[in-house]
């Protein structure tokens, strides 16, 4: 089972946000449903033009949602941030200067106690980064039990900003959901969506941070492969043992042939990082002149998983 709390906030009293709503629904229709259409979060929205997002409201929600057994829970905010000596709080509508939300602390204590198997925040609000420090570590250490990973769009100092009605990191995730960070095998994962946000804001900007404590990485959406399994599923065909190269010729270029049929999958490891040719700009090239192509470290790797029976 997989579930998803979505919370955005624009109508604040003070300093009312312009897009935190709209991306928030991106991440619905996002999260909602895999490429192909197969379901995939459950997802429970709190938006501030349909209902006061409260302290209570967010507290309720946030139990409810990590309180289930099994499966993935996710928790995404969009809205305004704040620090305090008391720490960093997702603030809500009914925010006052002694108590200005829901504190990132209590947030990831409850993550932690969670019995979901895997649990993943995505906060897009200024200081998000603060998210599992300790304070008595001076911000350097942070707990997360086994499962819990936070992706967040600026550091403990920074703020997160808007651009063209939109939250500038949401539209990156959003991005990367669509499938800029899915690989090979068109699984998108945390690290992949982070690796893609990293790429997107420079060292100038508000910079993402990830804090995970996971034995294994978990997809959370499939796009269509790059690469189809069964043309992956052939690498160990075509580079029998340790070979990791193959010489070419113009057999290899003749249509409606068993060889043109492995030259089209040679061309897809090309185009997608897993072969090159040698002493030759294009795999054509390499054939006409009876040159060969090598795998990369990235098609050794796959390579490896079949052989391992791991794809």
Not at 209 to 231: A, D, E, G, Q, W
């Amino acid at each position: 089972m997989r579930r998803a709390l979505l919370i955005g906030i624009n109508d604040y009293p003070k300093n009312p946000l312009k897009g935190c709503e709209n991306d928030t629904l991106r991440m619905q229709s996002v999260l909602e449903t895999h490429e192909n259409g197969n379901p995939n979060f459950d997802c429970k929205l709190l938006l501030s033009s349909k209902k006061s997002v409260t302290r209570s409201e967010v507290r309720k929600h946030i139990k409810k949602l990590f309180n289930h057994e099994k499966g993935t829970a996710l928790l995404y905010f969009s809205g305004h941030g704040a620090t305090t000596i008391a720490g960093t709080y997702l603030v809500t509508q009914d925010a006052k200067p002694e108590d200005v939300g829901v504190s990132l602390m209590e947030i990831v204590a409850i993550a932690n106690n969670s019995k979901a198997d895997e649990v993943v925040i995505i906060l897009d609000c200024c200081y998000a980064g603060d998210a599992g420090n300790t304070i008595d570590l001076n911000e350097r250490k942070v707990i997360l039990r086994e499962g819990v990973s936070i992706l967040a769009a600026a550091s403990a100092d920074q703020y997160s900003y808007e651009k063209n009605g939109g939250g500038i990191f949401t539209n990156i995730i959003y991005d990367a959901l669509k499938g800029s960070a899915a690989d090979v095998r068109g699984k998108i994962t945390l690290s992949g969506i982070y690796y893609t946000a990293d790429i997107f804001l420079n060292a100038w900007s508000q910079r993402p941070v990830f804090k995970s404590h996971v034995s294994h990485m978990i997809s959370l959406r499939n796009c269509t492969p790059k690469i189809s399994l069964k043309i992956l599923r052939k690498l160990p065909v075509y580079f029998d043992g340790d070979s990791t190269g193959m010489t070419l010729s113009e057999n290899y270029l003749q249509a409606r042939t068993p060889l043109a049929t492995v030259m089209k999958h040679l061309q897809k490891y090309q185009d997608n990082g897993l072969l090159i040719p040698i002493e030759a700009s294009t795999l054509h090239e390499a054939a006409l002149h009876n040159k060969s192509c090598s795998l990369t470290a990235l098609g050794c790797y796959y390579k490896s998983l079949v052989m391992q029976n791991r794809l």
